[in-house]
């Protein structure tokens, strides 16, 4: 699908009914923004905002898609050629799906390795500084990553919901897992302390994150029902 098109006829049939960009986000339940973004070829509509568009500016799905006016006879030949195109795009997305996905389990799998042998063992003052700064950190990014390209979501709205849910759970499998691997080096003593203070550290990073994902969700949802 041609984006910019696209974009370029919803602008043309919005202006033809003497609508701004608000009045016709009011009528679909979108911000005025997300009109631009459409109009500016930035992006296209979602499939759930396709009919309330194609209502409103008087047009079916079939030419929107096509991003231009279709007379009787070309209908037909057109809504083949849309479904060719959505059908090759839906096998392309579907090939990197499963790339993604199994990126996202060597990312697991390499975070779960990471968190068995990162930052214990060695002399307890190097231990501290090489986990406060990068490892806690790169665990819980690898396994947040690799949830999301797992999980298949790629729209925005979808990979926020998936950090969401995954931040505070991963956080407290990391702090256990570090607990386990302590509890198995109680033959240096002195090293408990510290190493239980870093493991708090992957909770507190991972609040952080479940904090951040939220705010950007309420950020989100401001701007599309703004």
């Known amino acids: 699908m041609n984006q910019d098109k696209i974009g370029s006829f919803i602008s043309e049939l ?32 979602d499939i759930a905002y396709m009919e309330p568009l194609c209502i409103s500016l008087g047009i079916t799905m079939n030419e929107l898609i096509s991003g231009e006016r279709l007379s009787v006879e070309a ?27 199994i990126i996202g389990a060597v990312l697991l ?6 968190m068995m042998t990162a930052g214990y063992g060695y002399d307890i003052l190097h231990s501290i500084l090489f986990y406060l700064d990068l490892p806690s950190f790169i665990i819980l990014a690898m396994m947040s990553c690799g949830c999301v390209l797992v999980s298949g ?34 033959d240096t003593p002195e090293t408990l302390g510290p190493n239980l203070a870093v493991a708090i550290l ?24 703004e």
Do not use: C
């Open 75 to 101: 209908y037909s030949a057109k809504a083949e050629e849309n479904i060719m195109t959505l059908m090759n795009e839906n096998a392309t997305n579907k090939k990197s799906n499963l790339i993604a996905t």
């Open 14 to 45: 919005r202006k033809e009914k003497n609508l701004t960009q608000r009045e016709l986000a009011e009528r679909i339940g979108v911000s005025d923004k997300t009109i631009s973004k459409w109009e500016t070829g930035r992006g296209i509509p």
């Open 109 to 114: 799998i390499a975070a779960f390795a990471l």
């Open 153 to 186: 979501k790629r729209d925005r709205s979808g990979v926020l919901d998936v950090l969401r849910r995954v931040s505070i759970p991963s956080g407290v499998l990391v702090f256990f897992i570090t607990v386990v691997v302590i509890m198995g080096n109680l």
């Open 202 to 225: 992957s909770v507190i990073y991972a609040t952080i994150e479940y904090l951040v994902v939220v705010l950007i969700q309420a950020r989100v949802k401001h701007d599309i029902t």
